[in-house]
């Protein structure tokens, strides 16, 4: 995988917690996130697959890679974006995500896309 620098890619995070979802008591605490990607470069690229790494408030760390997002493998063309929203089951109220994405440009070149590190808090946890 080449460094990202050729191919800027730009991606924000919006965290939601779903209380409804969640059971504190049992600690579940359920969060939706929605990504936005957008293609800075000059090129058409390709989201192939992607890995994260989620870890709670315990240290426990969850590492999940697959195909595309949201059973899609979105064509960026240059100034596009592409929005989607998922989720993730923590057993504590913090946690943190990250990774990247894998992408393909239209030469073939193949190359990741970090996701910088976000926070999942309940609300009115962290200060």
Known sequence: MEKNEHYPIKIAVEVNYLPEQSDESDNRFVFAYTITITNESNVTVKLV????????????????????????????????????????????????MSGSYQMVAEDGTKFDAPIPQFVLSVPRVLH
């Open 49 to 96: 697959s992607r890995h994260w790494i989620i870890t709670d408030a315990n240290q426990y760390v969850q590492e999940v890679r697959g195909q595309g997002v949201v059973g899609e493998q979105p064509v960026l063309h240059p100034g596009q974006s592409f929005e989607y929203t998922s989720g993730t089951v923590l057993a504590t109220q913090v946690g943190t």
